[in-house]
């Protein structure tokens, strides 16, 4: 009796072991194997949780249906799937820079918002007193500096004095939020705090397509020039260096801080552009849910495309696919709004998990062989 | 007997024709319904339940009725508005505040789609045929919880159990904003109506849903000497901490009961089923619905949820129900400016006042809203704009 307690104390079923590489087919087998696992359990749970499931008035096949239908089920909706994957898309590019030197910038949401309330601030007291192409140019010119000087305050705190970025990124998000509050106060004196969508300063669309098309192809051309940029340019070069070793970018004779102040100003910058599309070309109006999330979204979409910008427009599409696909079960299956959270959560959980098999190999014990060691 | 016979038949007929095409007719309506947030809400909750409840009345199918929950005062109630209209929705509801400028655009594109929204002030102006603003009355319903309140603040005072010299009121609201103003004046007025020397306190939380701002503010009020609370907010942190500290309270959108047995007297609430049943019938009957609609008792949007006999003051629901009645002949008013030492400002009675009626951007005052000796609040638009400061009421803080 003892000694078998000793064999199985000495020996694991199975052992972790990292994997030197991994073919690129086996990566994607184990990714695709993870989504159709992931959207296996989310039927199970939905079936468990949904009384139009159950009772057969929707069937499973209408549920895994509304993936495809909430993104591509019309025209409208294809349209707005492009719109919300390219403004996701804007500030996932607009975290990677800085992710890619390991600074981990996790302020996006704020640096964004602020870039609306920037603009918007423009459109409402210079609104109708200036040219409206004059309007947009100097709302443009707000999100920029807004969302630049956003991301450049927890910069200089690192360059100067070594901060924690990541707490310091975070509370600005919130410093962000209040920030809107407050001039929302001062603007909507009737005490509603809900600024509705101003008259003037609205981003027209492009005189041909989509009102949608200007917004896709302005994220469409960030992206590539993000991907110049990190991949081709001295700049690029020298994130990647910081990023490995602070210390080997110092020995080269780099300035850091002047790396990491430069990288987030193009962050914030980047956040701008997209907080202007949101402010003048959708929503022509601010409010605390403007960004609405986004800007974390944004850390994970970034961070599965392991910030390489070609590849987050799949992971930045994938995200909006599971999301208007969660928000059309929601109305489809009549559940509550948090389903479809939870429904997304599943299969980003399964995607993110998969990340674990690609790195790692699992090795199964021979049986009892080194049992039979330990006993001798 | 034949001809009676006879007519009884064609009388059948007829009937049984015009009901036919009526539910051919509703067949065709379909609602769709967008929501700021879901059922953990009180505020959503109320207006889901009542959309199940006008789908009992008028015989909806599930297909019929479309909700989106979750959707944000942004361009995604816009989008949220025109793939409803895509999905074969004749009627589109939005039921937040901020919903209104992305809800009037979505209307612009699509004149054949009727488009109600909820609490919005924008109808009446904006010149459109196919978008409606709704309100109810809920002044009304609040000045008659404010009874129930005044009747148990009676109760206290004559076992000697008021904290201080003059029975005191605690008021958890929201926002400075007319629809909460409105809403406690109409509270302390019913209290004052049976309980002449009320006075109130009023703390604001600068938030529609903060569970731990709501407790908290409640908690100051009841350490500050408040005998009873009552709230404008949407979630049960007032109503814990009253259940908590032993305090009354008279509770807002639905009861309380459950939670707070020993201190829950009655909550008032805009019961929306009616206005469904009513923009549903008008869209089936081809009619045009009203730019301004505002429930009342006598429509059942303003309701009272049963009164928690165990807390309340004896005779309350007799009280309620004799004012009710009161308040539906008309005979009494609840912001009534006639009457002495009832509604003051600086001692003296309010004889004009100009409101906001017409939103603009600068938010001026247009239209002159006393006379005949009341304030005639919810009758030039729907949603309230009595955001007068009355004697009595004392605002601990500001919040906007």
């Known amino acids: ?376 | 007997m034949k001809k009676l016979f006879a007519l009884v038949l064609a009388l059948a007929l007829c009937l049984s024709a015009f009901s036919f095409t009526a539910v051919a007719e509703m067949e065709d309506v379909k609602l769709g319904v967008i929501l700021l947030h879901d059922e953990d809400s009180t505020y959503d909750l109320n207006f889901i339940n009542g959309v199940y409840e006008a789908m009992a009345i008028l015989g909806l199918s599930e297909d019929q009725v479309i909700m989106k929950r979750n959707i944000p005062e942004t361009n995604e109630c816009y989008e949220a508005a025109l793939d409803l209209v895509d999905e074969g929705c004749t009627i589109v509801f939005a039921n937040s505040f901020g919903h209104e400028s992305f809800l009037l655009q979505a209307a612009r594109e699509c004149e054949d789609v009727q488009f109600c929204h909820a609490t919005g002030t924008m109808a009446h102006t904006a010149g459109l045929p196919n978008f409606h603003n709704a309100f109810a009355a809920i002044y009304e319903g609040r000045y008659l919880a404010g009874i129930a309140a005044g009747m148990k603040l009676n109760e206290l005072k004559a076992a000697g159990l008021l904290k201080g010299e003059v029975p005191m009121m605690g008021y958890v609201g929201a926002f400075t904003y007319a629809e909460v103003i409105s809403g406690y004046t109409s509270f302390y007025l019913g209290a004052k109506s049976v309980c002449p020397d009320v006075v109130m306190k009023v703390q604001f939380t600068g938030s529609w849903y903060d569970e731990m701002e709501e407790r908290s503010a409640a908690t100051a009020l009841i350490n500050a000497g408040c005998d009873l609370i009552s709230q404008h907010a949407d979630s049960m942190g007032a109503p814990t901490a009253c259940e908590n500290a032993g305090i009354p309270n008279v509770s807002y959108n639905g009861s309380t009961v459950a939670s707070c047995p020993n201190t829950f007297i009655v909550s008032s609430r805009i019961n929306w089923a009616p206005y469904f049943v009513y923009i549903c019938n008008q869209v089936a009957a081809g009619e045009a619905i009203a730019t301004d609609w505002t429930g009342t008792i006598a429509t059942g949007s303003v309701v009272l949820t049963d009164v928690n006999t165990a807390v309340a003051a004896p005779g309350t629901v007799e009280a309620i129900a004799e004012t009710m009645t009161a308040l539906q002949n008309g005979e009494i008013k609840v912001f009534d400016t006639a009457a002495d030492a009832f509604i003051t400002v600086g001692g003296e009675k309010l004889v004009s006042y100009i409101a906001d009626v017409d939103t603009d951007e600068l938010y001026t005052p247009d239209t002159e809203v006393v006379a005949d000796g009341y304030f005639h609040e919810s009758e030039f638009r729907s949603a309230p704009y009595f955001d007068v400061r009355i004697d009595g009421i004392e605002l601990i803080n500001q919040m906007y």
């Not at chain 1, 994607?28 to 199970?44: D, K, M, N, T």
């Not at chain 1, 096949?61 to 994957?85: P, Q, S």
């Open chain 1, 1 to 376: 009796m003892t000694s078998s307690k000793i064999n199985k104390a000495h020996e694991p079923l199975f052992h972790l072991s990292k994997r030197d590489g991994i073919a690129f087919w086996k990566a994607w087998l184990i990714r695709i194997a993870a989504v159709a696992l992931g959207l296996a359990v989310c039927g199970l749970v939905a079936y468990l949780f949904s009384d139009k499931l159950r009772t057969g008035k929707k069937t499973l096949e209408d549920f895994y249906y509304c993936f495809i239908k909430g993104a591509f089920g019309t025209e409208r909706k294809l349209w707005k799937f492009l719109k919300n994957m390219a403004v996701l898309q804007c500030i996932s590019l607009a975290v990677t820079p800085a992710f890619r030197m390991r600074f981990w910038n996790i302020g996006a949401e704020g640096q964004t918002l602020m870039g609306v309330w920037g603009a918007i601030a423009v459109a409402f007291y210079l609104g109708g007193k200036v040219p409206e192409w004059l309007l947009l140019i100097i709302m443009f010119a707000a999100a920029l500096v807004c969302s630049a000087v956003w991301a450049v305050i927890p910069a200089l705190f690192k360059a100067r004095w070594n901060t924690n970025e990541t707490l310091f990124t975070l509370m600005m998000n919130y410093v962000a939020t209040y920030v809107v509050s407050y001039f929302l106060v001062v603007w909507v004196p009737s005490g509603s705090s809900a600024l509705g969508k101003l008259k003037y300063g609205k981003l027209p669309p492009l005189p041909f397509g989509n009102q949608y098309l200007l917004i896709i192809l302005i994220s469409l051309a960030m992206t590539v020039l993000l991907y110049i940029y990190l991949r081709h340019s001295k700049h690029g070069y020298e994130i990647s260096v910081v990023g490995e070793s602070e210390r080997t970018a110092r020995y080269s004779g780099m300035n850091v801080g002047k790396v990491i102040i430069r990288t987030m100003v193009v962050s914030g910058l980047l956040c701008g552009l997209a907080g202007y599309l949101i402010g003048a070309g959708l929503d022509q109006s601010v409010n605390t849910e403007s960004v609405g999330g986004q800007g974390f979204t944004a850390i994970m979409v970034s961070w599965l495309a392991k910030f390489n910008p070609l590849v987050m427009l799949l992971t930045a599409g994938l995200v909006s696919l599971l999301n208007s696909g969660a928000a059309q079960i929601s109305q489809d299956l009549n559940v509550s709004g948090a389903f479809p959270d939870v429904i997304v959560g599943i299969i980003l959980f399964f995607i993110i998990g998969s990340e674990f098999f690609i790195n790692y190999r699992i090795v199964m014990s021979r049986k009892g062989h080194a049992g039979k060691e330990v006993l001798k």
